[in-house]
């Protein structure tokens, strides 16, 4: 079985900054992607940021040059550091983890999501 357990939400004002962090764990060969997708109420869920082989990364026009994503891959851990926050980011915002869990056999995870809430 595998988990992905995230961390890092919470209120903040316009402007403000926050980390997310999204570690996962338990039967791991190994990671292909890792990535973060957010919903806002009465919304899709979207892609915020993916990073693929801890290397390339791709973002959502809406949050690039403020968003960085970056992945610790002895700690099979992604985090998703969000500056310059707007109120338009508010959202539940979900790990997402495409893991290889055998020889040949990989799988798509989800976090049980974390809040995000920014004030104006």
């Known amino acids: 079985q595998v988990q992905l357990v995230e961390s890092g ?15 996962a764990s338990g039967s791991i060969f190994s990671i292909n992607a890792m990535g973060w997708y957010r919903q806002a109420p009465g919304k ?23 968003f960085t994503i970056s992945r610790d891959n002895a700690k ?5 550091r ?15 983890a495409n893991i290889q869990i055998a020889a040949t056999e990989f799988d798509e995870y989800w976090g049980q999501g974390t809040q995000v809430t920014v004030s104006s």
Do not use: F, H, W
Request: proline share 2%; charged share 15%; aromatic share 6%.
């Open 82 to 96: 969000m500056n310059s926050l707007k109120p338009e980011d508010t959202a539940v915002y979900y790990c997402n």
């Open 44 to 66: 899709q869920r979207e892609l915020v940021a993916l990073i693929i082989s801890g290397v390339t990364t791709k973002y959502a026009d809406s949050v690039k040059g403020r």
């Open 76 to 80: 099979n851990t992604v985090y998703l």
């Open 9 to 23: 939400g919470g209120l903040v004002q316009a402007g403000g900054s926050l980390r997310l962090s999204c570690a």
